[in-house]
């Protein structure tokens, strides 16, 4: 579980965040949904470290991340995977590479073990046959399973995914949708997805948190969110005519 | 002074929380071969012609016929061991391999690559410009000799293959007075310059920010600020050695 409390961010004197507080279940995959630019990356940032936060706590399972020492920090930080927006690839490794890299930095295991667990986890997202090529001769969709494979596998307890349905046609971007909610669920992890996709919402949104000009304004899930109140979040998910009169109707 | 001090931080970083030592041997290797063999060609071509130039033009203005034609070999060997085999050569590099390596971290940057390696737990300053600047420091020195080496051999075969010197002439001038200390003069410019176009391009690759434009920003401010870092080092080196 995570939970954040009281976070503020400034970016030169323009407030990006203000007292969020929400906490993330495990083996749930948790949503951050919002329009383009409303802080719902930044708070993600802050969440895995990249950015530091003016004020507020992150809680890890109960162990305090943004004033941990360097070993408690380390130790997160080992748990954590993170499938990013371009998928963010090392260009002059190949897709097995990609994947082994974590194992190769920071584990102990052999090198059969390792060979192993990077074949598992290629098959897992079923890019087995590509494990050879290189991220420039991989699709979009490819690259954010390998993205996927790279972040699982190290076992992680944190998984987050910001932006994993951009760029990908609807087909593509269910079939990420449904692996990250799988693996949510099979390895029990604490998954933080931010996007700003209606379907991934409505498809695996078991946990939402809708952000609005850097505040949450809503939290619940995808039983509920249709039935809201919420009018910043009414005009986010109808801001689709066509969706707008047929739920209407 | 606040990019100075940036500077001097992110120096700092690149020994703090190391990973394991065999990490790093790989890809120092591999970054001889980036930085040290793919650069041999182009330091080739520059010093032969640097060298063969400086020898034609110093032969064209030693008209006095008091002085000896072996003078040209005796300046062709001092002004490229003093100059032109350390400092030519790294300015030459700071284009080469300077924007190489400050277009490869702004582009890592802005695609998110040094934020996945941040997240596992790695210092990625560490991870990818220490072995960069180790690489550097071992084989500029190697360059700058090779370079030494071939601004001579252009000298002499300008000069005497074009009958404006004997082969006489131009091997008396370069063994007369030759100081040793020189050599390594050159060598310590060598190390100190890779240090400088090392650190300072991946400075300003490593915190490149925005896109494509800014990569291309990154790797022009890592050239210009090499090049200038490279000029004010050799004229304090050469104040303080000489």
Not at chain 1, 15 to 25: M, R
Not at chain 1, 83 to 98: P, R, S
Not at chain 2, 18 to 23: A, C, L, P
Not at chain 2, 137 to 155: D, E, K, N, R
């Amino acid at each position: 579980m995570i939970e954040v409390n009281q976070l503020n961010k400034t970016f030169r004197d323009k407030k990006i965040l203000t007292n969020i507080s929400v906490s993330f279940e495990s083996g749930k995959t948790n949503l951050i949904i919002g329009a383009s630019g409303t802080g719902k990356s930044v708070l993600l940032k802050c969440i895995v470290g990249l950015i530091k936060p003016e004020t507020g706590k992150i809680l890890y399972n109960n162990r305090e991340f943004l004033s941990a020492d360097n070993e408690t920090l380390k130790t997160i930080r080992r748990e954590m995977g993170m499938l990013f927006q371009g998928g963010a690839l090392f260009d002059f490794k190949t897709v097995h590479e990609n994947v082994m890299f974590p194992l190769h930095m920071l584990s102990d295991m052999s090198k059969t073990e390792k060979m192993d667990r990077v074949n598992f986890c290629l098959k897992r997202v079923g890019l087995e046959q590509a494990s050879n090529l290189y991220p420039s001769q991989i699709s979009g969709g490819m690259q954010k399973r390998v993205g996927i494979a790279r972040a699982i596998v190290m076992n992680p307890r944190y998984l987050f995914c910001d932006e994993p349905n951009s760029g990908l046609d609807p087909l593509t971007a269910i079939k990420i949708d449904d692996l990250i909610q799988e693996i949510t669920h099979e390895y029990n992890t604490t998954t933080i997805i931010v996007t700003h996709d209606m379907n991934s919402v409505v498809s695996i949104g078991e946990n939402i948190a809708f952000v609005h000009q850097g505040e949450i304004v809503w939290k619940g899930n995808k039983d509920n969110i249709l039935q809201t109140q919420s009018t910043p979040l009414q005009e986010f998910m109808f801001a689709n005519k066509l969706i707008r009169d047929s739920i209407k109707k | 002074m606040n990019s100075l001090g940036k500077y001097c931080l992110f120096i700092i970083s690149l020994f703090r929380q190391r990973e394991k030592f065999k990490v790093y041997i790989s890809l120092i290797i591999d970054e001889c071969i980036l930085i040290g063999v793919d650069s041999v060609y182009v330091v080739a071509i520059v010093s032969t012609f640097i060298g063969a130039v400086s020898a034609i033009q110093t032969a064209y203005n030693l008209t006095s016929p008091l002085v000896p034609l072996s003078t040209v070999g005796n300046i062709v060997r001092d002004f490229t061991i003093l100059e032109n085999a350390p400092t030519f050569t790294c300015l030459v590099l700071a284009g080469k391999v300077g924007s190489s390596i400050a277009g490869g971290l702004g582009t890592m940057r802005i695609t998110e690559q040094i934020d996945a390696i941040e997240v596992m737990g790695i210092n990625s300053s560490s991870y990818l410009v220490l072995p960069k600047l180790v690489a550097a420091i071992l084989v500029f020195p190697m360059l700058v000799t090779v370079s030494g080496f071939l601004s001579i051999a252009g000298g002499y075969a300008a000069t005497v293959y074009s009958g404006v010197l004997t082969h006489y002439d131009f091997v008396t001038g370069l063994r007369d007075s030759f100081v040793v200390f020189n050599v390594f003069f050159a060598l310590i410019k060598a190390v100190v310059f890779s240090f400088l176009i090392t650190s300072i391009s991946s400075y300003q690759g490593y915190y490149t920010q925005g896109g494509a434009l800014e990569v291309g920003k990154s790797s022009t401010n890592a050239v210009t600020n090499s090049c200038i870092a490279i000029l004010a080092a050799d004229y304090i080196i050469a104040k303080l050695l000489l």
